[in-house]
């Protein structure tokens, strides 16, 4: 059991998913008497993603440990600089520098199936031209994003997709809250979402402590919910 002044964690769930990613591992966290919030993560630019994360965060009693999946990094990256955030967790995720956008950091490296298999469609914005959003082609969704989560499941996930904005790929992060905040990365080593290359270097760049999930998708909260929450409950340990 966790003490009366551990951090709450808040999950941030990444693009094309929902809070309901994180299902399995919030049952572990609780578990183990962990409180837990997850919010719907809006997906439609890193600046305002993030400011809304942080004022979830920033309405939470106590020390709230961020956890990003995927994009989800991204947003944990900047939103950290709340000032009762107390740890960062990166699942299978983006870790940026300040400044630095999705895509200069993907593109250091070879692009991932994911790129070759995104739908774009477009959303109304009030005042402006319509807006380009992305999902991934339901017939790669199993291969690109949850490779190694069954079948059935991987049907509904694909239908169930949440769309990313497609100019949030090139939003430069604002702050770098890892650079003042431990860290914490788990690489999923089988990823075609993004390149566990791009996992590592970004993940090691920020001086996090890193795991990886050998054969993990990048759906690994999904398929290995209980590796996930191992890692959020050693920062939970270390920050509480």
């Known amino acids: ?37 997850a919010p719907p993560n809006p997906l439609r630019g890193l600046a305002s993603d993030a400011a809304y994360v942080a004022s979830v965060a920033a309405q939470i009693d106590g020390p709230v440990i961020l956890v990003g999946h995927s994009y989800g990094g991204a947003i944990i990256t900047v939103a950290g600089a709340a000032e009762n955030v107390v740890g960062l967790v990166f699942v299978a995720a983006y870790v940026l520098e300040e400044g630095e956008s999705l895509g200069e950091l993907q593109g250091r490296f070879p692009a991932p199936p994911l790129a070759d298999n995104l739908r774009p469609a477009t959303f109304p914005v009030e005042g402006a031209e319509p807006a380009v959003e992305l999902t991934i082609v339901p017939e790669a969704f199993p291969s690109v994003f949850a490779a190694d989560v069954p079948k059935e499941v991987t049907k509904v996930l ?40 791009v996992q590592r270097f970004a993940a090691q760049r920020a001086g996090a402590n890193v795991v990886e999930v050998e054969g993990a998708s990048h759906a690994v909260a999904v398929s290995q919910p209980k590796a996930v929450a191992d890692l959020i409950l050693d920062a939970v340990r270390a920050t509480g």
């Open 158 to 197: 694909a239908v169930a997709q949440r769309p990313l904005a497609a100019a949030a790929f090139d939003e430069p992060a604002r702050a770098t809250a890892w650079r003042t905040k431990p860290s914490w990365a788990l690489v999923a080593d089988a990823d075609q979402a993004i390149n566990p290359e």
């Open 1 to 37: 059991m966790t003490s009366p002044t551990a951090p709450t964690v808040l999950l941030v769930h990444g693009a094309f998913a929902d809070a309901g990613s994180w299902s399995g591992v919030i049952r572990e966290l609780q578990s183990h008497g962990v409180s837990v919030v």
